[in-house]
C-alpha cells in the first residue's frame, strides 16, 4: 500500500517564461495527492498552488502565509479564500507576529511527506547561500521528507 503522498512546495520568487514551462512540466509528472502546501509568497509559490488547486479540487490546499506580507501574493490573501475556510479545499495557516520565514518553511515541512522545490540557483552557486528555498531542502532532508528538487533556468 501506498502512502498518502502530502505535498510541500517552495521555489524562487522570480521566474521566467521558461521557468514556467519547467514548473508545469514537474507538476504534471506529480503523482496525485491529498494535500498541497505552499508557502503563500508570489513567483513559485502562487503559481504552484493556483495549478494545482485547479487540478486537484478534491484535495486540500494549505496556504502558509509568513508574517511579513510584504512577499505575500494577493490571491492568497483575497478575503473569499480567506474566508471559504473548512470544507472549501484551501486552508489559509497565517504565521503568528514575529515568526520569520524560517519558521513558516518549517511549517510547510510539517505538513509535507513530499517537497517539491525550484531554487533558483544549484546549492553551490554563492547566490543560493541565503535561499529560503535551499534552506527548507535541508530542513527537509533532515526531517527524512522525500525531495525532489529542479533547479529553474540559472541566469
Known sequence: MTATRRYGFSGS???TDTDQRTIDDVLGSLLPGSEYTTGGCIGVD??????????HQKATHRV???ADRSRVSPWWMHRAIREAGPG????VEEMPPNTTYKDRNQRIVDHSNVLVAFPAHSEDDPRSKRSGTW???RMARRAG???LVTVLGDE
Open 145 to 147: 521528507l522525500e525531495v
Open 13 to 15: 520568487r522570480t521566474i
Open 64 to 66: 502558509v502565509v509568513p
Open 46 to 55: 502562487t503559481i504552484v498552488g493556483r495549478r494545482m488547486w485547479l487540478a
Open 88 to 91: 472549501s479545499g484551501v486552508l
Open 135 to 137: 534552506q527548507t531542502i
